[in-house]
């Protein structure tokens, strides 16, 4: 579209053509508007080949000034001399305001960003107007009046309005220039970034943080952490958050635990000198290596989720002190593995997050549970994503789940939900194009149905602004890191109560506005899975960690077979299938499975179910939330006698003044270079991993 305007104004200007000249300009502008708000996407491939905003606004005045001198007579290039000056004037303005804006968001890039923490001793305010900020968006609206200007003088030949057009566009620019200079006056300007170190080591010895959770990842995997904030926010002591990416400080998921960002290693070293003892870790990442170089703390991996994947015993578990997992199931998993992990640093928590979903109630109600008595069997279908090791076994997706749900929604006395992996498609092609399949489908069979729709009662609405106004901060748009972290400063007493509450009004509410008839796909942050769990009488997945977490509820489940083993074979391999029904890729087994779901005398994996519960998950008391409060605390416990051993053998390294008197004397512990030793050596500390 660009290329064929840019061509048709170049052919104008060279003919030239006023009528060619002045249309190809004015759809060239119009286009700017609708890739700007239509097309999100094409503005980044363009910015990648070289042609952002800034050539294409460059190239446009000067084709269409070109067109001015061709268009005039000899004594024009005279003429239009000031206005060309004009025109490179404001240009050159252009990149004097881009190069301050650079030097302006330097100085608000602090070096530690927080959330849930008072921080207004930075001297924190709110960010400059968006438009100063992003050149492609200011020299559109800057510009506009100068190149307004040369199509008025191209269509009247009247100079005075190129020249009015370029005075405004300079009058902009300049109003600008002088907006983000006052920006860099040191009264306007944040705390630099000593001053920040000071005050966060400040921050660290008032708020004397024991147990943290690290995390580090992209913009999708926040899920992964956001599963522990509230097992974190229950353990006693000090809870922290630390992260490493900016921007994965919004995508925590509302807490009233204190969170920092530390993008660099050399901040992060600083935990090293604080009351910090242990930090938990949820998801393996590059950066994990760099915080595992403080010899002060003790860290522990609780994985986002246990299955019998590969994943699940990851090699790099062996650098942690410790591995937590939720049951026997996990510990037998690791030793079977042999990636390192030794059995003594194991330790068996339960899943602290389980305890909101809710056991078997029994099977569907009604005689059938089916639509003739105006009650539905809802089977929830949540597979799992591709994965990176490209295991056709991963998914369920691609080979079985358009079968799957054909089946399902072949039975009238079903109601689907269908709740897919975030990362759905993210790796093969094909998982996505199934899941889309997956939603026609869906919609389709919703349009064959009728029923009566709960009355809009406004109740839902109202439940969910109440909840949106707990969890998050009314931040505008343009906030950038700086404005945030004053916005969303300590949070108010009793907001964890509060939002625990609205967030179950809003479940019920939620489920309450939909007809029992329906079909669904889930795919929001709300309803979290663990919601689906609870309106569920079945659920079908893979070899994931959500078939472990079901086993929770004790509902019956199935598992969908696409690895291409025989189904005992499968079940040998995958502890988490033993009490399951295992389903092959075309389906055929789906009437079968509804009919022990409806009739419980049929349901021959009762018994099943309840031992691999155990087996998983561990027992039911003391709860899992006790386990992972204990754990911590005898981690924090083995962290701290840790630090005394360590301290007292740098004690005793120290060698002894030569004094006459018999009282020894403790000097200075050895710089660098000092070649003297202790006359006798302290006997060695207990090894720590």
């Not at 294409?56 to 084709?63: A, I, K, N, P, Q």
């Not at 840790?642 to 301290?647: G, L, N, T, V």
């Not at 660098?672 to 720590?688: D, F, Q, Y």
């Amino acid at each position: 579209m660009f290329a064929a305007a840019f061509t048709v104004q170049a052919v104008g200007a060279l003919l030239p053509h006023l009528p060619l000249l002045l249309a190809a300009t004015v759809a060239s502008v119009a286009a700017e508007g609708v890739l700007h708000r239509w097309q999100r996407g094409m503005v980044t491939v363009l910015a990648k080949s070289h042609a952002d905003l800034t050539v294409r606004h460059v190239l446009r005045d000067l084709l269409l000034v070109f067109g001015l001198l061709r268009l005039g007579e000899q004594d024009r290039e005279t003429v239009y001399a000031p206005l060309v000056a004009g025109l490179l004037a404001f240009y050159a303005l252009h990149c004097a305001i881009q190069a301050l804006s650079v030097l302006v968001r330097r100085t608000r890039t602090l070096p530690v960003v927080t959330r849930n923490i008072d921080a207004s001793a930075l001297r924190l305010s709110p960010a400059p107007p968006v438009l100063l900020r992003r050149p492609g968006h200011r020299l559109l609206v800057f510009g506009l009046p100068s190149t307004a200007g040369l199509l008025a003088t191209a269509a009247t030949g009247d100079l005075r309005c190129a020249a009015l057009g370029i005075a405004l566009s300079l009058g902009l620019a300049l109003m600008g220039l002088f907006d983000l200079l006052l920006w860099l006056l040191p009264s306007r300007r944040p705390a630099g970034e000593q001053e920040v170190l000071d005050w966060f080591d400040a921050w660290l010895a008032e708020y004397k943080p024991t147990v943290g959770l690290y995390f580090s990842g992209g913009a999708s995997s926040a899920y992964q952490a956001n599963m522990w904030l509230e097992p974190l926010a229950g353990l006693e002591g000090r809870p922290l958050i630390v992260l490493r990416e900016r921007f994965m400080v919004q995508k925590i998921a509302a807490t009233d635990v204190p969170i920092v960002c530390l993008p660099k290693v050399s901040t992060l070293m600083r935990l090293e000198q604080s009351t910090l003892q242990v930090l938990i870790h949820p998801s393996n990442s590059g950066k994990t290596s760099q915080i595992l170089r403080i010899p002060t703390l003790k860290h522990t991996f609780v994985n986002h989720g246990e299955s019998d994947k590969l994943s699940s015993c990851n090699p790099y578990a062996k650098a942690y002190d410790e591995v937590w997992v939720a049951g026997p199931a996990a510990r037998e998993r690791y030793a079977l593995a042999e990636v390192g992990v030794e059995d003594k640093d194991v330790v068996e928590i339960g899943r602290p997050q389980l305890d909101a979903v809710r056991p078997y109630a029994g099977p569907p109600a009604g005689p059938r549970g089916g639509a003739a008595d105006g009650h539905f069997t809802t089977v929830l279908y949540a597979p799992t994503w591709e994965g990176w090791d490209g295991n056709p076994g991963n998914t369920s997706v691609i080979e079985a789940g358009e079968n799957l749900v054909r089946a399902l929604l072949a039975d009238p006395g079903v109601r689907l939900l269908y709740k897919p992996h975030p990362l759905t498609g993210s790796v093969d092609p094909r998982a996505g194009e199934a899941d889309l399949l997956i939603r026609d489908l869906i919609r389709a069979a919703n349009r064959r149905r009728t029923g009566e729709r709960p009355a809009a009662n406004g109740e839902l609405a109202r439940l969910t602004k109440e909840l949106d106004a707990l969890t998050s901060i009314d931040c505008r748009s343009g906030a950038d890191q700086v404005e945030r972290m004053l916005l969303q400063s300590t949070p108010e007493p009793g907001r964890a109560e509060a939002v625990a509450r609205a967030a179950r009004a809003w479940d019920e509410a939620y489920w309450a506005s939909l007809p029992a008839w329906e079909h669904q796909v889930v795919t929001d942050v709300r309803p979290a899975l663990y919601s689906c769990f609870n309106r569920a009488d079945l659920l079908i997945s893979d070899v994931s960690s959500v078939v472990s977490d079901f086993l929770a509820s004790g509902k019956p489940y199935a598992v969908a077979n696409t690895s291409g083993l025989p189904q005992e074979t499968f079940r040998e391999m995958f502890p988490t299938v033993r009490a399951a029904t295992v389903l092959a890729p075309d389906a055929g087994g789906v009437p079968g499975l509804l009919e022990a779901v409806r009739h419980p005398e049929k349901d021959e994996l009762v018994a099943a179910r309840a031992e691999l519960k155990r087996h998983l998950l561990g027992p039911d008391e003391p709860t899992s939330q006790e386990r992972f409060n204990a754990a911590a605390q005898a981690l924090c416990a083995a962290a701290r006698g840790h630090r005394m051993r360590m301290a007292e053998r740098s004690a005793a390294e120290l060698p002894g003044q030569r004094l006459e008197t018999a009282t020894p004397v403790t000097e200075p512990k050895r710089g660098p270079g000092s070649e003297r030793r202790p006359e006798t050596e302290p006997e060695p500390a207990t090894p720590s991993r």
